[in-house]
Every structure is written in C-alpha cells, then in structure tokens.
C-alpha cells in the first residue's frame, strides 16, 4: 500500500504564474488535509476535504488559494498569482476517516522566483 | 483557540544519551490527542509517539517515551539511548478528539531541532 503520494516535490515558479500542488491520498482514505510550513515554521493548517467536499477551510488565504478533491483523482492546491511569500513546504496529509491516524506525504517545496 | 509551545528552538545530545523535549499547550477542551513528529531533512513527517488526554499512563514507543502533565499542560518527549539517526526537527501537535464535528486538524508547535553527536 503506497504512501500519501504528493507531486512536485520541487515547484519554481515566477511571480504572477499558477501553481498547482497535487495529492493522492492513500488507498481506502477519503479524508484530505493540507498544510503550509514557512522556514523555520511548524506546520499551519489550511483546508481539510473529504471526497468533492469541503469541510473547513479556515486555514487557507482568502484570496488566490483554492483546493479540490474530486471524486476520481488527486487532491488539488492551487495557488492563482503567486507571490514571494507563497514560497513554502507544502504538506498533504490523508485519514480513513475522521478521527482516525493522519499519514503525511513528503511535501511539495515551492520556491516563488 | 488551542495553541501548542516549544521553548527549545535546538538541542543536543551526546550519542547513546537521553534527551528531553518540551512541549506546553493551552486548551480548553478536557478530551484531545498530544502528538510527536520527527521531521528529518528529507522533509517525511513521521508519527514518533501520540497519547490521548484521557489515558493517564504515559505513552511508550522502544527508547521514545513522554512525560504527559495534563494539570501542567506539558507534554515532554524523552529519547534514550540517543542514535545518529535520531538527529531532526522535532514537532509537538495538539488534535481536537472528535465528537462528531468537522475539527480534525493537527495545531503544531514551532518545532526543536535536534543534534545528536558522535
């Protein structure tokens, strides 16, 4: 049974292009999580999914982040126009269900030029 | 809204030493899980050790143990025998305990980065 699989690991992008940071939870987990880690920072939530739902996004920026986890496919963290600030380790991490153990995929780093 | 503290931004420890880290938290719910997570340069966040607030004997994992305070708020981190391989960022995570609402995210603390030497 494969890991939480995330994809890239390493992202460049310049100022004002879209990012697009993907997640494959593991198999038989329906629960989705996404975190930013800043240098020098813990992990900060940003959004928790379940299958083609939201269910609290109360960690995500307000503007130019957007995130998804369709029925069929990976989750899904866009970031529209990116910034120099956006530049940061981003985690996915997946559950069987709520309350359940949480498996962390490995990152993406994104690195804003 | 739960906030969880490391005071130790670094540590070191001899080889085959014991260590401990800090860790202090600040809820107001009676029920939730403590967690520690051991990230190392390939980024990998790995489970080292989790308690729940209920249980009031102290988790154990090989030469990983806690020191859970539930009156006190702390949640220390002893390594034994420390190993190479143990060098890392440490992370102390607060989870609500589900009742049935949507909370099921972990709150971390800035983490410990630890040396271990030869």
């Known amino acids: 049974n494969a890991g939480v699989m995330q994809n890239p690991r390493h992202l460049v992008r310049r100022r004002g292009q879209e990012a697009r940071l993907r997640c494959s939870p593991m198999?038989?987990?329906?629960?989705v999580y996404w975190y930013r880690q800043l240098p020098e920072e813990g992990l900060k939530f940003m959004v928790y999914?379940?299958?083609?739902?939201?269910?609290?996004e109360s960690g995500m920026p307000k503007e130019r982040f957007s995130a998804e986890f369709p029925k069929e496919g990976p989750s899904i963290l866009r970031i529209q126009q990116v910034v120099r600030g956006d530049s940061a380790a981003y985690f996915c991490?997946?559950?069987?269900?709520?309350?359940?153990?949480?498996?962390f995929g490995q990152g993406t780093r994104l690195t804003v030029v | 809204a739960q906030t969880v503290t490391q005071s130790q931004p670094e540590m070191s420890v001899q080889e085959a030493e014991t260590v401990t880290l800090s860790c202090t938290y600040d809820t107001s719910e009676s029920d939730y899980y403590l967690f520690w997570y051991k990230q190392p340069p390939s980024r990998q966040m790995i489970l080292v050790i989790r308690q729940e607030a209920y249980k009031q004997q102290n988790a154990t994992e090989n030469r990983f143990s806690v020191n859970f305070q539930k009156a006190a708020k702390s949640f220390s981190l002893k390594i034994s025998d420390s190993q190479l391989g143990d060098a890392a960022m440490y992370f102390c995570a607060y989870r609500t305990f589900y009742y049935g609402g949507s909370q099921g995210n972990l709150i971390f603390g800035k983490g410990t980065k630890l040396s271990v030497k030869p």
């Open positions: 999914l379940q299958k083609e739902n939201i269910i609290d």
């Open positions: 991490a997946s559950s069987e269900g709520l309350g359940t153990e949480a498996f």
């Open positions: 198999k038989g987990h329906s629960h």
